[in-house]
């Protein structure tokens, strides 16, 4: 089983859509959660940090829930320069190297 | 500022040659990670650099992968006896890096472009 499972999609949603993302991660001692953005043939990017409180930037919500393992990414009013994919990030208790997803393809259509 | 650069960006070996990535992190930086990302799949962990501790190489797949960072800056990854499976984005990765494991001292990892490796 991988330590950080996504569904590799890929979502086409038409503009202005809401999509969301899941993840789960396996290893209950992770301690920090992101969602990295990858643009194609780019490098990754951080998009924002998820904590168990959720948090918000903009269009985009991100939650935690530690007792299912369990991360997701909320994006409303999807925009044409949303198309990308999305990587759930864990770091692995006290290891400081990043566990990624396989990723989520995301592309909206006019 | 100068965001982190590898070199080359590409690179075509055969089968059997040694190879060696090259980055360079931003300045002051001093935490440096080692990835690849094979096609379709997600980033792998290779091995992690902090100032002058010794590196976690837990990540590295055989002992054909090796890295070394002189000086706490540039680091080279080194591919021995390269096969047709080690064909990948090699990425790099820097940070200032936390005081502890918590997520409230997490510091982000900014990657470089990549050193897209074709091994035939």
């Known amino acids: 089983r991988k330590e950080v499972e996504q569904d590799p999609g890929p979502f086409n949603v038409p503009e202005g859509a809401t999509v969301a993302f899941n993840c789960t991660y396996s290893n209950s001692a992770s301690q920090s959660f992101f969602w990295y953005r990858q643009d194609c043939r780019k490098e990754p990017k951080l998009l924002m940090s998820v904590y168990s409180s959720g948090n918000e930037d903009g269009r985009f919500t991100a939650q935690l829930n530690r007792a299912s393992q369990y991360i997701s990414l909320l994006i409303r009013d999807s925009k044409l320069s949303d198309s990308a994919t999305y990587l759930c990030v864990v770091t692995p208790g006290s290891a400081r190297q990043l566990t990624f997803g396989s990723g989520t393809q995301l592309t909206v259509l006019p | 500022g100068a965001g982190v650069s590898q070199s080359p960006s590409n690179k075509v070996t055969e089968k059997g040659k040694d190879v060696e990535l090259r980055c360079d992190p931003i300045s002051g930086h001093t935490a440096l990670y080692w990835y690849r990302q094979s096609l379709g799949q997600g980033l792998e962990f290779l091995i992690y650099?902090?100032?002058?501790?010794?590196?976690?190489k837990s990540g590295l797949p055989s002992d054909r992968f090796s890295a070394e960072r002189t000086g706490g800056s540039v680091s080279t990854l080194t591919i021995q006896r390269t096969q047709q499976e080690d064909s990948a984005v090699y990425l790099c990765a820097s940070s200032i890096p936390g005081t502890s494991g918590g997520s409230s001292s997490y510091n982000e990892q900014f990657f470089g472009p990549g050193t897209r490796l074709t091994v035939l």
């Open positions: 650099f902090q100032g002058n501790s010794a590196p976690d």
